[in-house]
């Protein structure tokens, strides 16, 4: 094929054996670049790697049909058989592994490094899978890390650290002991789904009093235990609740596994209605407050009054004696003004009687 590209190195048969006018190429391997007319500054070293390139420009690929259909995507470097074998037009993917991305055909800033990792990706983009068959579930999803997990397929915006039931321990340095403020609680679901707990009115609907439904709680039985050996060796001392014995008190209380069994206690929850019970028993306390506050002001007054009573019944007795008093020492100076007079009736009539006494006279005479 007669060609003006400038700068370009062809090993093999059938390397870049169509180019035209593309230029700082490099094809080593049967039928590598084959393709290419008018792409610019790939690289492809292997049995057919990138192939069936034309006028995609900026490609690296490494390995038996790495890049193999590959059109006209750019940038994207593929190490390893068959990885981005099938894209066509995608833009700056990364593959590492056999057969990495292997399905890929417009998806574009993909990163995948492992054994068939994004393997059955297609037209999903920004994805970045680590690990063997990490990522292998998604297909059309976007912006998604996958490592060491497959993902599940139809969703996007997800993060997936390791394979439940395979990875049963997790350790992140630069967490314990970093005090963050005005950081807030995250919580962990069953299916190891972590978040935090919204509290604005934005997330809420049906929002209404919790009034005697935190009255649950009452019913709850704290218990200490020690986790079986396997769990904790050390058997330190614990203090909690029984998942079991909750959901007998309240369903609601308890989150569940896969299986639909108890497996944990919703202790934010626990802890809101708390909240509540306090607040009540606060407010039936004030209001026991105020009530005795106003036995004491009616006692107080009472006494009050009781001391006015007695201090007015005191007056009045003694202005009473007092009255009584004068009126004796009127009387008592009265009689001693009357004495003479009465001394001399007296005398009177002591003589009245002598004079009228009655006289005996003897019958013989």
Request: aromatic share 6%; hydrophobic share 35%; net charge neutral.
């Amino acid at each position: 094929m007669k060609t003006t590209g400038s700068n370009n190195t062809a090993i093999g048969f059938q390397a870049l054996h169509l180019n035209t006018t593309g230029f700082e190429n490099t094809a080593t391997g049967f039928g590598a670049l084959g393709g290419n007319t008018t792409g610019n500054l790939n690289t492809a070293a292997g049995f057919r790697a990138l192939e069936f390139n034309t006028t995609g420009g900026g490609n690296t690929a490494n390995g038996v049909s790495a890049l193999q259909g590959n059109t006209t995507g750019a940038n994207n470097t593929a190490n390893g058989f068959s990885a981005l074998l099938s894209n066509t037009t995608g833009n700056n993917n990364t593959a590492n592994g056999f057969s990495a991305l292997f399905s890929n055909t417009t998806g574009a800033n993909n990163t995948a490094n492992g054994f068939e990792a994004l393997f059955s990706n297609t037209t999903g983009s920004s994805n970045i899978a680590v690990g063997e068959s990490a990522g292998t579930n998604l297909t059309t999803d976007s912006n998604n890390i996958e490592i060491g997990n497959a993902g599940v397929a139809g969703e996007s915006s997800h993060i997936r650290i390791g394979k439940k039931g395979t990875h049963t321990h997790t350790f992140i340095a630069g967490i314990s002991g970093a005090t963050i403020a005005g950081g807030v609680t995250v919580i962990v679901d069953t299916n190891g789904h972590l978040g935090t707990v919204v509290s604005s009115a934005r997330f809420k609907d049906r929002i209404q009093p919790m009034d005697k439904a935190s009255e649950a709680i009452l019913a709850l039985k704290p218990v200490t235990f020690r986790y079986k050996e396997e769990l904790d060796p050390d058997g330190i001392p614990q203090f909690g609740l029984v998942a079991e014995e909750v959901e007998k008190v309240n369903p609601d209380l308890v989150a569940r596994d896969e299986q639909g069994k108890p497996y944990t206690v919703r202790y934010e929850a626990v802890n809101a209605m708390l909240l509540n019970e306090f607040l009540k028993a606060h407010r039936k306390m004030q209001e026991q407050e105020a009530t005795v506050t106003q036995l004491k002001s009616t006692v107080v007054q009472q006494q009050k009054d009781f001391q006015s009573t007695v201090a007015k019944l005191q007056k009045d007795f003694q202005l009473t004696a007092a009255q009584q008093q004068k009126e004796i020492q009127a009387l008592t100076t009265n009689l001693k003004e009357q004495a003479p007079q009465i001394q001399k009736v007296t005398r009177l009539r002591r003589v009245e009687v002598r004079k009228w006494a009655p006289r005996v006279v003897a019958s013989n005479q």
